[in-house]
Each structure stands twice: as structure tokens, then as C-alpha cells.
């Protein structure tokens, strides 16, 4: 237990860093490349890989330092009561009576339900039943659990960079048809077109070269695979994103904001979530992390300066 908790004391400053690192990176993204918006219908494929040049210049560091951040994360969310029931980190979904396209109907009262629902809207009216479907960043295993939950896939894969999160979903989500990886989401252990769906929620902001990631996602899928994607980057970060994997070959079937629904369960659950981290915590870090109302990050969705997308692509068959 000392040992534990000498762990947890040296951590905070960590996550401390790696937040600022993270609202430096998007900051950075939205505001640092001149002529973006007119760049992203015209470029060329040198300019499109130019981009890359607003990543950190030493991104192998910064992915140690998100694999500690978010090491440091499961350990202390399994170190709680409801521990081995925690699965989601991300923000959630909270209706606010525009069109939804879950085929799924939750009940009134569902445990994580805003979380559930997030994943559940990404998924839309895919079909999923007897896919092969890969999970990029897959954290705690949530996304996994609502597929395996409520549809039928063929096989399963999950990723996440962080070795406490995968010994938690091996854990946790033992099943036969669901296999986890400790690894890279810029460098993924898969065939080409091995998969055919691709699913990656709320974590591609932290990848420091993301249009790697979107070519690693374009390789492993099949012709006519779909990408189900979501995150929240600078506004303009967005569209180049978006112009960089039509670029690659990916159709955009649907591109929704929801940074509206983000904020309205940020409302309502992120004060009751950071009870599940330790209290020694640095409070301001702990509001951006979980976006609760006034943090940074919150303001910056709040403003538009941020967008939350859900996206909808199909790789060309």
C-alpha cells in the first residue's frame, strides 16, 4: 500500500503536465497553420504531409508521457470501490432533441448511460453484426463492452497504449472472440485489410502524428470498411483532419457536431466522476481532464473553438 501511494503522490505533477501538453497540442493545431481552411481544399500531397509539422518534435516522448498520464488513470480508478466496474472515460451524450441514429433504445435509468450512449451514437446504423471490428484506443474497454453488450460481431480487437488499461480489459472483458493489444495507434499490429470496422472514440487528440493514424486505420480495413470516429480537436485542426482522410481515400458518409450534447452531459456527470479519482489530485488538472463546466477544456468547446464531431467514413471499395 505505501508503495501505492508513493506511486499516486508522484504522479499528480505527471498529469499536470500532460494536460497542459494536451491543451497546448489542440491550441496549437487550431491556430498555428496559416491559410488552413483554404489549404485543406487545395493541397497537394507534399502539403498534406507538411502538416505533420505542427506534431511535437520528440513524439516518442510525448507517448510515454500520455502511457504514464493514463497508466496512472486505471490505477487509480481500480484502486476504488467500483473499480472493476469503471469502463469509460469519455465525456458522454446527452440528447437534446435534434436527430439521433443509435439503433439502440437505452432505459430511463442505465449505469454510464450518457457514456453508453456516446458510444452508441458513434456506432449509428452501422451494421455491425458478424464484423470484424478493431478498437483503437480502447482504454478501459467501453466501447468493447457496449459491442459486446448489444450487437453480434464477428471478432473483436481492441488497442490502447497504456499497459494498465490492457491488463484491466483482459480482466474485465474476457471473452473468446475479443482479443486486446498493448500498442501504438500510429503503427497497428494488423494485417491490411484485416478488419472492417474501425471504431476510435475520444482519443486521437493525444496521437502526436494523427494523420499516421488515420493511414494505419485506412490500411487494416477492407474495401468498403467504415471508420466510426470521434473526438474533439481546434475547429479548424477538424477540417484539415477531415480534408486529409478524403485525401487518403476515405468517403465521408456523415459528418455530425455534437459538441451541444458533450457540454450537456459534462453538466451533468463530470463533478460526480472525479469522486472516483484520488482526492490528492490537483484539482484544476482533474476539471480539464473530465471537462467539468468552466475548466479550459469546457470553455474551449463552449466558445466554438472546439468541435466535438462524430464522423462516419467508408474506405473505398
Request: net charge neutral; charged share 25%.
Amino acid at each position: 500500500m505505501a508503495e501505492f501511494e508513493k506511486r499516486i503522490a508522484e504522479l499528480t505533477p505527471e498529469m499536470r503536465r500532460i494536460v497542459a501538453e494536451k491543451a497546448r497540442m489542440q491550441l496549437r493545431a487550431g491556430g498555428a497553420r496559416k491559410n488552413e481552411s483554404t489549404t485543406v481544399a487545395t493541397a497537394t500531397k507534399e502539403e498534406f504531409l507538411a502538416l505533420d509539422a505542427a506534431s511535437p518534435s520528440e513524439p516518442d516522448e510525448s507517448k510515454a508521457s500520455y502511457k504514464r498520464f493514463y497508466d496512472g488513470v486505471s490505477e487509480q480508478l481500480s484502486s476504488n470501490l467500483f473499480g472493476r466496474f469503471s469502463f469509460f472515460l469519455n465525456y458522454g451524450y446527452k440528447p437534446d432533441g435534434q436527430p439521433e441514429y443509435s439503433q439502440i433504445v437505452l432505459p430511463e435509468q442505465y449505469i454510464n448511460k450518457n457514456s453508453v450512449k456516446l458510444v452508441l451514437e458513434v456506432i449509428g446504423d452501422c451494421p455491425v453484426d458478424g464484423k470484424r471490428v478493431l478498437d483503437v484506443g480502447c482504454g478501459r474497454g467501453g466501447t468493447v463492452h457496449v459491442l459486446q453488450t448489444f450487437f453480434k460481431p464477428a471478432g473483436i480487437q481492441a488497442l490502447d497504449l497504456s499497459t494498465r488499461a490492457i491488463d484491466f480489459c483482459r480482466s474485465a472483458h474476457k471473452r473468446a472472440d475479443t482479443t486486446f493489444y498493448e500498442g501504438d495507434a500510429e503503427s497497428l499490429p494488423l494485417a491490411d485489410g484485416s478488419v472492417d470496422i474501425v471504431t476510435n472514440l475520444e482519443s486521437s487528440h493525444s496521437y502526436p502524428n494523427i494523420n499516421k493514424f488515420y493511414s494505419e486505420v485506412y490500411r487494416v480495413l477492407s474495401p468498403g470498411g467504415q471508420f466510426l470516429y470521434t473526438d474533439t480537436l481546434a475547429i479548424q485542426h477538424m477540417a484539415t483532419c477531415i480534408g486529409f482522410l478524403q485525401f487518403i481515400g476515405f468517403e465521408l458518409e456523415r459528418d455530425r457536431d455534437i459538441t451541444r450534447n458533450v457540454l450537456l452531459s459534462c453538466n451533468e456527470i463530470a463533478a460526480t466522476r472525479v469522486q472516483a479519482f484520488d482526492s490528492r489530485n490537483d484539482p484544476g488538472l482533474m476539471q480539464n481532464f473530465l471537462a467539468m463546466p468552466g475548466s479550459q477544456v469546457y470553455q474551449e468547446m463552449q466558445s466554438g473553438r472546439w468541435t466535438y464531431r462524430i464522423l462516419k467514413l467508408r474506405k473505398r471499395a
